[in-house]
């Protein structure tokens, strides 16, 4: 399995992971924010989806930027290019909204953003569009430091070390992988949490984590992490 973090319109990352790993043996699960930001968005999104209905192993989760029809985010150059495009503007909402929140693994669980307040993974599925689980899936951050809910920054809220072990217990799972946030480390929780991104567009090294699901995964040493 490869999970691939936040692309945000480079087009040339996305081509380059599905050239070196997509095949019927590999999953790929790509984190959300596929648009804006880069310079390529719409090259980028129309090529995964294209790809997403030949692949069956091609996982597509929802990020912030996808979900802009529901709750606004900047910068939003994707977005925007629509504005005189209503039909076609229509047509990604609809489509975005259906991308699925996370997926779940052997010992792992991935999404956007942050974990919803819940209890067993079937309630991530009856999790409704634009409520407060919805929410932190998309656009929470998380602190390593100790508490529950830590406050609210520009509208992200940020979790912290308490809140996260609670979830995962409750959930049964030991390793979050997510992307959504520049500024969290790669590590975090005692390596229960692997926060990765794989766009060119905050000037850094883009990286993708692969694991073996034949085997449980305990922690992010589990993963090995590639850059390129």
């Known amino acids: 399995m490869v999970v691939v973090g936040d692309t945000h319109g480079d087009y040339q990352a996305s081509r380059l992971v599905v050239k070196n790993y997509l095949d019927r043996n590999t999953f790929l699960i790509f984190l959300g924010d596929y648009v804006d930001r880069g310079p390529s968005s719409r090259e980028n999104i129309d090529y995964l989806l294209e790809l997403r209905e030949k692949n069956q192993n091609l996982i597509l989760l929802a990020g912030n930027h996808e979900t802009y029809p529901v709750l606004e ?9 629509l504005v005189t495009t209503p039909q076609l503007k229509n047509y990604y909402r609809d489509v975005f909204l259906k991308l699925p929140l996370a997926v779940a693994g052997n010992g792992f669980l991935a999404l956007h953003g942050g974990l919803p307040d819940v209890k067993t993974l079937k309630q991530i599925d009856e999790i409704e569009t634009g409520d407060e689980n919805w929410f932190r899936i998309t656009w929470a951050d998380f602190r390593d ?3 529950e809910y830590l406050g609210d920054f520009l509208g ?8 996260f072990q609670r979830v995962m217990k409750s959930l049964r799972r030991n390793v979050l992988v997510r992307s959504h946030d520049p500024l969290a480390p790669e590590r975090m929780f005692d390596n229960r949490c692997l926060t ?9 090294e883009r990286k993708i984590a692969i694991t073996n699901l034949n085997r449980c995964v305990h922690s992010v040493e589990d993963f090995e992490i590639i850059s390129f």
């Open 73 to 81: 985010c900047s910068p939003a150059d994707f977005w925007d290019s």
């Open 145 to 147: 430091k100790p508490g």
């Open 156 to 163: 992200r809220p940020k979790l912290g070390k308490d809140y």
């Open 196 to 204: 990765i991104f794989t766009s060119s567009a905050y000037g850094r």
